[in-house]
């Protein structure tokens, strides 16, 4: 997909940071734009990291709405490393939330970024974690975007879920939709289960990418100006 090679942020300076999250060190890259009022936190996929160009897309466009970004690491170098043998921490949902967890906690603290409300952005496996940890932190996460996600993942928590949500599935993701049909029975927050039609998992069908782009900006817009308002 061709849009994806044109992401460069030329009015948004991205840093490289070093995000504390409990005893480990994750790598991120960080991006506030002029007068932001909210930020929104990436979750990345099992196998995926902060640098994935799908993310690093949605992030661009968010960042053009005038919302703050931190795309990080959930895994440390190590731990990367052993992953891609045993493919299993990357479906540990309890410790890829605790790493969202402390990365909010991050946020929270950091001199830029402290005043901000905060959203996640979660896909495949870190849309669990993101409703996990906003489950955990319902007085800190103003709102929740998954893409192609797997909310099931999320167990018991999905129950207790107050942020509102927005579920993004491809229409060529049977599986997937059923899924997320499911887990949003479950949640009793405001929430929407957008279905985007001639898209598979990975929205790599043209314009299928960018549809999932407008709809998160949409409604972190929505939210997050929503929280700045009610604070």
Same mark, same amino acid.
């Given at each position: ?15 490289? =940071? ?17 007068? *932001?009022?909210?930020?929104?936190? @990436? *979750?990345?996929?099992?196998?995926? %990291?902060?640098? %994935? ?7 661009? =466009? ?9 795309? $990080? ?17 990357? $479906?540990?949902?309890? &410790?890829?939330?605790? /790493?969202?967890?402390? *990365? ?7 001199? +830029? ?7 996640? $952005?979660?896909? %495949? ?21 998954? /893409? !192609? #996600?797997?909310?099931?993942?999320? !167990? ?10 927005? &579920?993004? =599935? #491809? ?12 887990? @949003?029975? +479950?949640?009793?927050?405001? +929430? ?19 549809? =999932? ?6 409604? @972190? ?9 009610? %604070?």
């Amino acid at each position: 997909m061709g849009t994806l090679t044109k992401i460069k942020n030329k009015n948004n300076h991205e840093h490289l =940071v070093a995000v504390q999250a409990g005893s480990v060190t994750l790598s991120g890259n960080l991006v506030i734009p002029t007068g *932001a009022q909210g930020i929104v936190l @990436f *979750a990345h996929g099992s196998g995926s %990291s902060r640098l %994935s160009p799908r993310n690093r897309y949605v992030a661009k =466009v968010l960042n053009d709405a005038g919302l703050g970004t931190l795309l $990080f690491d959930l895994l440390t170098s190590r731990e990367e490393s052993i992953d891609r043998h045993s493919l299993h921490l990357r $479906f540990d949902i309890g &410790l890829l939330a605790s /790493r969202l967890k402390g *990365a909010t906690d991050w946020i929270a603290q950091h001199a +830029k970024t402290h005043r901000l409300n905060i959203g996640y $952005f979660g896909a %495949s496996t870190g849309s669990a974690a993101a409703l996990i940890a906003a489950a955990e932190k319902p007085d800190m996460i103003s709102v929740i975007v998954s /893409r !192609g #996600g797997r909310p099931d993942l999320a !167990g018991t928590a999905l129950t207790r879920v107050q942020t509102p949500t927005l &579920l993004i =599935v #491809g229409g060529n993701d049977p599986m997937v939709i059923d899924l997320n049909q499911d887990a @949003f029975a +479950k949640i009793s927050a405001e +929430k929407h289960l957008e279905i985007v039609p001639g898209a598979t998992h990975l929205f790599e069908e043209s314009g299928a990418l960018e549809q =999932v782009a407008q709809l998160a900006s949409q409604w @972190f817009q929505k939210h997050l100006n929503a929280a700045n308002t009610a %604070s």
